[in-house]
């Protein structure tokens, strides 16, 4: 079982792994799970950024992506930033080096206890691009997905904003825009609130050294 970069080989099994955690009915998740997601295509686009690390266990067992600035810039959600209701002033940061995490996704099973390892391995990788700030969004309707307010709260994140609309294959779909300085993001990493995400952080360190010295 290792964390390693995604790479093309591996869009089956990762779709294989978003398909497997597709939301069934409405509900407040905090195991996370997907309403939308990519096509194999997206998911080769975004291997090729880089930035997508995987847990390889004989199989694909979780992913994680990270767009970084370019990528961000050409996505749908920044197409789409002027209809965001911001709770600050946005000029300034869309004049920075940005990023957004994407996608975290972890089968259930014993691979669950690598999800933070595999979000922060992702973190550091995009740290080494020397950004400004990470952007992320959460879907707060037609499903309450809480299960990266944790690790984006880690991190230093706070909610900037709220996106409201209208997709064609759920209907309304609402989401809470948050973002992470870098400064918040480099102190969480150099002093983990804890000892088990101390222990996350070294093993995330470790893979990142392995695979990308």
Known sequence: MMLRPAMPADVDEMLSVKSALVFEETTVSTEGGFLLGSTAEGYRQRISQNLSWVIDDNGIKGFSIILPD???????????RSEIVWEIDPEPI???VLGYYDQLAVLPGPWRHLAPA???????????QDPDY????????????????PYLQYLGGKRVG???????VVGQLVSDIWLAPRRTIDQ??????????????????ESLKRHKP
């Open 134 to 149: 990470l952007f992320s969004s959460t879907v707060i309707k037609p499903v309450i997905n809480q299960a990266a307010v």
């Open 162 to 168: 709220i996106l409201d609309e209208e997709d064609p």
């Open 94 to 96: 869309e004049r920075s």
């Open 118 to 128: 595999l979000a922060i391995v992702s973190v550091m990788d995009f740290l080494r």
């Open 70 to 80: 370019r990528a961000l810039r050409m996505s749908e959600i920044w197409s789409r």
């Open 188 to 205: 969480f990493l150099n002093s983990p609130p804890s000892t088990a995400i101390e222990g996350y952080v070294e093993l995330a360190s």
